[in-house]
């Protein structure tokens, strides 16, 4: 969808912004793809098995295709926004919002940021889900210094 806004847009772009338009949107959409490839090999796999386990063997889980479907795809879609957090902190230096020396100036407060943000994106309540979806943030944070 981005790529088709952009092919759009040329006449409103001045050549160089369309090239830094262009790059952005390539870097957006294979951050994204990895996102989605990382929600559906690593993380839905540990998300599932921790969520039908809950109230074993007492219990015995009831999944809809619809509820399905709609959990998996929200995974994919938050893994893929997350993984394009260094793309939005490299636009942000660029643009001069904020400077390098900054972002490691307030990386406790960035990491414990990260690390609420994790919790809240995971549908589970253990420490190993939030610890899967906390970790590549933290990394992608450090890449983007």
Same mark, same amino acid.
């Given at each position: 969808?981005?790529?088709?806004?952009?092919?759009?847009? %040329?006449?409103?772009?001045?050549?160089?912004?369309?090239?830094?338009?262009? #790059?952005?949107?390539?870097?957006?959409?294979l951050l994204?793809?990895v996102?989605?490839?990382a929600a559906?090999r690593?993380?839905?796999?540990?998300f599932?098995?921790?969520?039908?386990?809950?109230?074993? =063997?007492?219990?015995a =889980?009831?999944?809809s295709?619809?509820k399905?479907v709609?959990f &998996?795809l929200? &995974?994919?879609?938050?893994?893929?926004?997350?993984?394009?957090?260094?793309?939005?902190?490299?636009?942000? &230096?660029?643009?001069?919002?904020?400077t390098?020396?900054?972002?490691?100036?307030?990386?406790?407060a960035?990491?414990?940021?990260?690390?609420?943000?994790?919790a809240?994106?995971t =549908?589970t #309540?253990?420490?190993l #889900?939030?610890?899967?979806?906390?970790? %590549?943030?933290?990394l992608?944070?450090e890449?983007?210094?």
């Amino acid at each position: 969808m981005s790529y088709a806004t952009m092919r759009e847009m %040329p006449a409103a772009l001045k050549p160089r912004e369309r090239a830094y338009a262009l #790059t952005v949107v390539w870097w957006g959409s294979l951050l994204f793809g990895v996102g989605v490839w990382a929600a559906h090999r690593l993380v839905l796999p540990v998300f599932l098995r921790v969520l039908l386990s809950i109230g074993e =063997p007492n219990l015995a =889980p009831v999944i809809s295709v619809g509820k399905y479907v709609s959990f &998996v795809l929200g &995974v994919m879609l938050a893994c893929g926004l997350l993984c394009e957090l260094p793309l939005i902190l490299v636009m942000l &230096v660029r643009v001069g919002v904020v400077t390098p020396q900054g972002l490691r100036r307030s990386r406790p407060a960035a990491a414990l940021g990260l690390l609420v943000l994790a919790a809240l994106a995971t =549908p589970t #309540t253990d420490a190993l #889900t939030m610890l899967l979806a906390a970790v %590549p943030l933290v990394l992608f944070y450090e890449a983007a210094i």
